[in-house]
C-alpha cells in the first residue's frame, strides 16, 4: 500500500489551499477529500449525521495524508481545528498511528507566531497520535515555499 490522500479542510473547493494542494501532488496518484462535503460535529456533539466515519474509512486505506488549511484568525481554519479536536480518545483515530502528514497552511499574510503556532500543533498532533510528520509548512496564499520546500514522497 502507498496510498495518498489529500484532505482540503477550506470551506472553498476551488480555493488557494486545494489549488496548492493539487499543484504539490499534481505527479502523485491520490485521492481528493473535499472536507466541507462531511458533517462533522464539534467534540462533545452528539449528532446523528455526523460523518466522522466516513473520513475514517478513506483514511484507512492510505498511508500518506496531505492536509491543507486556510489560516483562520492567526492559527489552522475551524474545519481543521474541529477534526483534530475529535481524535481526542476517540478510538477510531487509533488507524492513524504509523501514517505519514504532511501538513500545510496558507494565509494573505500569516505571521511568524502563526507559523510558530501550526508548526507546534502538527508536531504534537503528530506525537500524540504516533504519526509521522514528513512535512509541515505555513505560506502564503501564492504557495511558493509550500511548492518548492515540501515534497510528498
Ligand atoms: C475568517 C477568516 C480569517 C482569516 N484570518 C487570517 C489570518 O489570521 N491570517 C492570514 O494570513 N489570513 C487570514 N485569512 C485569509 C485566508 O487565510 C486566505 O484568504 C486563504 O487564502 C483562504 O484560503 P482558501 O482560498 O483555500 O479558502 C482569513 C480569512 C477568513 C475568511
Given at each position: 500500500m502507498n496510498k495518498t490522500l489529500f484532505m482540503n479542510f477550506?470551506?472553498?473547493?476551488?480555493g488557494n489551499t486545494n489549488f496548492i494542494g493539487e499543484k504539490l501532488l499534481k505527479n502523485i496518484d491520490h485521492e481528493t477529500l473535499q472536507m466541507v462535503d462531511y458533517k462533522i460535529s464539534q467534540y462533545g456533539q452528539v449528532f446523528e449525521d455526523d460523518q466522522i466515519s466516513e473520513v475514517f474509512k478513506k483514511i484507512k486505506d492510505v498511508d500518506t495524508l496531505v492536509i491543507g488549511a486556510p489560516v483562520y484568525w492567526y492559527t489552522v481554519g475551524g474545519l481543521l481545528k474541529t477534526f483534530i479536536d475529535r481524535l481526542y480518545m476517540l478510538d477510531e483515530a487509533q488507524i492513524l498511528k504509523e501514517k505519514k502528514l504532511y501538513l500545510f497552511a496558507q494565509g494573505s499574510a500569516p505571521s511568524k507566531d502563526t507559523e510558530n503556532s501550526i508548526t507546534y500543533l502538527a508536531t504534537r498532533l503528530c506525537y500524540l497520535m504516533e504519526m509521522k510528520l514528513k512535512g509541515v509548512v505555513v505560506d502564503s496564499s501564492d504557495g511558493g515555499k509550500i511548492l518548492n520546500t515540501m515534497t510528498v514522497e
Open positions: 477550506s470551506p472553498n473547493k476551488n
